[in-house]
């Protein structure tokens, strides 16, 4: 079946830090890939997407690649800051109204000043 | 602009007292989604509507039904709610050419 594996949380890094939280799928068939933000208290914002081989996705400094040979999305940022300390989750989901999103368990990010 | 607003924010209940939540859209999407989403765990996908076509999960118990009037709005309703459907409901959205899903602020729900 279709699957996603995060890395296990949590993970604390100091500002300015560099972030990396790897993703990796397992999937029959080529899904677009997705991260995931939530924020304490709130619900899932999408922060990045990738639909096909190679995409890069990017936003607010983050940016994850497709990348096939791997199965692989893992999320990275340069310069982490203190209001990024939230959950993360990487999510694969193929095309179509009724498919669902297989998310993974989710890494949480705390980042002090 | 909030594509989708979920009303309550924080609902509490009685055990055994049922209870609706309430999810609207302003995109027009034909599919919405309800997610169970408890403490440090990913969402669980309760049951959607694509269209009017109703879609419930194998695994979601029969205390939980839903209901979807018009494009706009979507309820879900706890028939007899127990202590352990304490939690975080998200309602989502997709449609169209959008392959992704677009969530809602959640309504936490506190069954006393």
């Known amino acids: 079946g279709n699957s996603v594996t995060q890395m296990e949380g949590p993970v604390t890094l100091s500002e300015e830090a560099f972030l990396t939280i790897n993703c990796t799928y397992t999937?029959?068939?080529?899904?677009?890939l997705f991260w995931y933000v939530q924020y304490p208290g709130e619900g899932l914002q999408l922060l990045l997407k990738a639909t096909k081989a190679d995409d890069k996705g990017s936003n607010k400094g983050f940016e994850a690649t497709y990348r096939k040979e791997t199965t692989s999305f893992h999320l990275e940022k340069g310069s982490v800051q203190v209001s990024d300390s939230a959950v993360y989750f990487c999510?694969?989901?193929?095309?179509?109204?009724?498919?669902?999103?297989?998310f993974g368990k989710g890494t949480k990010l705390t980042v002090n000043p | 602009d909030a594509m989708v607003i979920q009303n309550p924010r924080y609902q509490v209940t009685q055990f055994g007292k049922p209870v609706t939540l309430s999810c609207s859209q302003t995109?027009?999407?034909?599919?919405m989604y309800w997610y169970q989403q408890k403490s440090s765990q990913a969402p669980k996908l309760l049951f959607h509507y694509y269209d009017k076509d109703f879609n419930n999960e194998a695994d979601t118990p029969d205390n939980f039904q839903s209901r979807r009037p018009n494009t706009s709005f979507c309820f879900l309703d706890i028939r007899s709610p127990g202590l352990g459907d304490a939690a975080m409901y998200l309602c989502?959205?997709?449609?169209?050419?959008?392959?992704?899903?677009?969530f809602g602020p959640g309504t936490r729900l506190t069954v006393l």
């Open positions: 989502a959205i997709s449609g169209g050419l959008v392959n992704e899903q677009f």
């Open positions: 999510a694969l989901k193929f095309q179509g109204g009724s498919e669902k999103l297989v």
């Open positions: 995109l027009n999407h034909n599919v």
């Open positions: 999937a029959t068939g080529y899904p677009s």
